[in-house]
């Protein structure tokens, strides 16, 4: 399975992007779709999670994105998106969306390789 994120670019603050990540093989097959989540490593930093949407839809967000980003999923197309507005120079991080396998530990979890991400540079 390959994940290959899309979508991000240079933006103001304040701006709105939004990622996609489409998967290749069976990750997101009709009958089995996965537990799946946008990750960021911004510079210099550890990996994170950002958010999560279930295969039931049940979504997550990290505390310092809430209500500005919101996560969805078209398990036809094997895309996750992440739509992200008024951003702010602290999002600037390199993107990744992966699946899970331990809710309690996303990270550490990830199913797939991680692929190359995408580049959000917000500048102030």
């Known amino acids: 399975v390959q994940l290959q994120a899309s979508g991000g670019g240079l933006v103001q603050a304040g701006g709105s992007l939004r990622l996609s990540c489409v998967a290749s093989?069976?990750?997101?097959?009709?009958?089995?779709?996965?537990?799946m989540g946008w990750y960021r490593q911004p510079p210099g930093k550890e990996r994170e999670l950002v958010a999560t949407?279930?295969?039931?839809?049940?979504?997550t967000y990290k505390d310092s994105v809430k209500g500005r980003f919101t996560i969805s999923r078209n398990n036809s197309r094997k895309t996750v998106y992440l739509q992200m507005n008024t951003l702010k120079p602290e999002d600037t991080a390199v993107y990744y969306c992966?699946?899970?396998?331990?809710?309690?530990?996303?990270?550490?979890?990830?199913?797939?390789?991680w692929g190359q991400g995408t580049q959000v540079t917000v500048s102030s």
């Open positions: 992966n699946a899970y396998s331990d809710a309690n530990s996303p990270v550490e979890s990830h199913v797939y390789n």
């Open positions: 093989g069976s990750i997101f097959s009709v009958f089995r779709p996965k537990d």
């Open positions: 949407i279930t295969s039931a839809g049940e979504l």
